[in-house]
């Protein structure tokens, strides 16, 4: 039997359990099998359960999609719930059930109507007036119809749910018998999170006035699909959740990648048939090829062979299959900004050049090599996925200007918001620079000038401007610079001991920046700009909370001691909480909290009779943490 840990820094031991869940641990399974189905022999409907392992599936689903998720954004926190109706009428079942019940946002009850609302949604299908010569294929459409129509009561139930919880987009699967229940996975996403990055407006292509064809409008949602669409697979299989279904996250990014690109190719031209089954493989084939010993660089238009906005300028005689690695690859050399080349989704035509075109239809892509197996696809000029050895990414984004305005003058005590103003001002165009630099922004500026004179280009001191700073970092190394924004030295290649808080997996430049800072004893914050984009910031402080939700947390844990029953997942959710936060905890938290959750988890045990035992982690202090930085004034 499969055993979770809770989350934050717990561990489970003796797993000899029904099933465990992260956020409530308890023998929910062996109480469903042994008086669920004693209530059924007694005439009586079991309790809101679909299957023996509905618990563990959801759990499974719930870990899979943090992994996917938080690989793409560390912000994205996924919400995960099952919702099954009845698929007859059975009275020994309830007509409705959601997994998790306990204490959640929505209840099984909310779903008692499903099917009346799908029948209503299916009449309005523009398919519904569709008819199929064949029998076999009328039947394939009439329950395609109808699963959708279940797919999309469940979502328009969820959405108009008073208590659905705010900035969260949820997306529904497409329904699976489940023994007697249509089942589907329900997944949930930070909206805020998803609408910083750039996407398509269009959800769909018309083939013809019956049938529109969905596509995703960006690689988050190509994701969500990919997710899905895993989680209808399982539950087709015998028993799901019993026993582990592994698979690796990054399989998934390379079937959002392959799923977004085929959308992409339903754009530009539905005919390329073969295009939607390759175009992501080509691409990625053909970067990763060399010519000559050298990697490839170059731009494509991606577009319908006799697209209005594409200027041909050099055809080829017989157009070349993208399938043609090798000699893709060597047309690749003969592409430039100025002169790209131009391609369907199947062949390469020629050079052509991009005329401007009123609009911005959605069907013209540009697609950058950009070196031994890296490639983006941009559209008007934004980036919507990068690849990198196959696995798709989405373009890092801004930096988070509001943060960095915070941080500022909790470095810098004595920085004046003209001062802030000026530093962001110089950020952004540092941001900008396609090769990579850094920033030492330092009150012992002078000093670490004079010290580090051999290892760079002191200057007579002068103020910074966004035209100077363009033309200071066209050369290696740091630009050390004072808070208030004058410039002392350029081209510094800055020194440090060794750490442990480097990353194997980042450049020179980051590891040095970390090395440097953690050397230095005067105010000091360094700004690295990556040469494949992004900022880092060193250090970069955790933001200031209220003491005040500390406390409210901590009084939460508290009142459970009193209380008559404990409300197991509102428990784990408020530990959940405190273990994300504790770096903000002092030492009397600490001390206040870990006999407390000791208590709270043998009554738990107790109560619940579960023969889990978990093992949590006590809460200690933060060395680094300190109340003037970290707290903010109520």
């Known amino acids: 039997m499969d055993c979770f840990p809770a989350r934050g820094s717990g561990t489970i031991s003796d797993c000899a359990c029904g099933f465990v869940d992260k956020h ?18 007694m005439g009586m409907p079991i309790a809101h359960f679909m299957w023996g392992y509905q618990p563990h599936f959801r759990i499974h689903k719930e870990c899979d999609a943090e992994r996917l998720f938080q690989s793409i954004d560390k912000r994205l926190k996924p919400e995960v719930f099952i919702v099954g109706v009845l698929s007859d009428g059975t009275l020994d079942r309830f007509p409705a059930c959601v997994e998790p019940e306990d204490n959640f946002w929505i209840r099984s009850e909310d779903f008692n109507d499903v099917l009346a609302v799908s029948g209503r949604i299916l009449k309005n299908y523009p398919e519904a007036g569709m008819f199929q010569s064949h029998p076999l294929a009328q039947k394939w459409q009439d329950e395609d119809l109808f699963k959708r129509s279940i797919q999309d009561a469940v979502r328009k139930i969820i959405e108009l749910h008073p208590s659905k919880p705010p900035d969260t987009v949820f997306r529904v699967s497409y329904p699976a018998k489940v023994d007697r229940y249509w089942t589907c996975v329900v997944l949930g996403l930070q909206n805020s999170v998803l609408s910083a990055y750039t996407s398509l407006k269009t959800s769909y292509v018309k083939m013809h006035e019956l049938r529109h064809i969905p596509v995703p409008t960006s690689f988050i949602e190509a994701a969500v699909d990919a997710f899905l669409r895993q989680a209808t697979d399982e539950l087709l299989r015998p028993n799901p959740g019993l026993g582990r279904n592994d698979r690796d996250f990054e399989e998934l990014l390379r079937a959002a990648g392959d799923g977004f690109m085929t959308g992409l190719v339903w754009r530009i031209d539905q005919n390329c048939i073969e295009g939607m089954y390759g175009l992501f493989r080509s691409l990625t084939t053909v970067s990763s090829l060399p010519y000559e010993k050298t990697a490839g660089f170059g731009r494509i238009l991606l577009a319908r062979r006799n697209h209005p906005c594409v200027a041909k300028k050099i ?19 003969l592409a430039s900004d100025d002169l790209p080349l131009f391609c369907d989704p199947e062949h390469a ?38 690849v990198q050895y196959g696995l798709p990414s989405l373009p890092k984004l801004p930096f988070d200007e509001n943060k960095f305005r915070t941080d500022l003058p909790r470095i810098f005590r004595n920085l004046t918001p003209p001062g802030i103003d000026r530093l962001v001002d110089l950020v952004r165009v540092a941001e900008r620079e396609s090769h990579g630099t850094m920033l030492v922004i330092t009150e012992a500026a002078a000093t670490e000038t004079q010290r580090l004179a051999q290892q760079g280009t002191p200057i007579s001191p002068c103020p910074l401007t966004a035209e100077t700073l363009k033309r200071l970092t066209s050369i290696d190394g740091a630009i050390i610079m004072t808070p208030t924004g004058v410039c002392h030295a350029i081209g510094t290649i800055v020194d440090g001991k060794a750490s442990q808080n480097g990353d194997p997996g980042r450049g020179a430049r980051f590891n040095s920046a970390i ?13 690295v700009v990556s040469s494949d984009g992004g900022v880092d910031f060193i250090p970069n402080p955790l933001p200031a909370i209220r003491r005040s939700l500390i406390d409210q947390a901590i009084e939460a844990i508290q009142g459970l001691k009193s209380a008559a029953k404990i409300n197991i997942r509102h ?17 009397r938290d600490c001390n206040t909290l870990n006999p407390l959750v000791e208590e709270l988890e043998e009554r738990i045990k107790r109560e619940t009779q579960s023969s889990l035992l978990i093992v949590r982690s006590p809460f200690t202090p933060h060395p680094a943490m300190n109340d003037d930085q970290y707290y903010l004034e109520e």
């Open 349 to 386: 035509f020629g050079l052509a050049e991009k005329r401007e075109c009123l609009g911005q239809d959605e069907d013209l892509f540009e697609v950058q090599i950009l070196g031994h197996h890296r490639w983006e696809v941009r559209h008007a000029g934004q980036v919507l996925m990068r």
């Open 515 to 527: 090395r440097y800072h953690e050397s230095v004893e005067a105010p000091c914050l360094v700004v």
């Open 315 to 333: 055809s080829f005689a017989s157009p070349t299959p993208l399938t043609a690695y090798r000699s893709m690859r060597k047309l690749l050399e």
């Open 24 to 41: 409530y641990l308890n023998a929910r399974l062996d109480y469903s099998m042994r008086a669920g189905y004693a209530e059924a022999a």
């Open 571 to 587: 428990y784990r959710a408020t530990l959940d909480w405190l273990d994300e936060h504790s770096f903000y905890l002092k030492e």
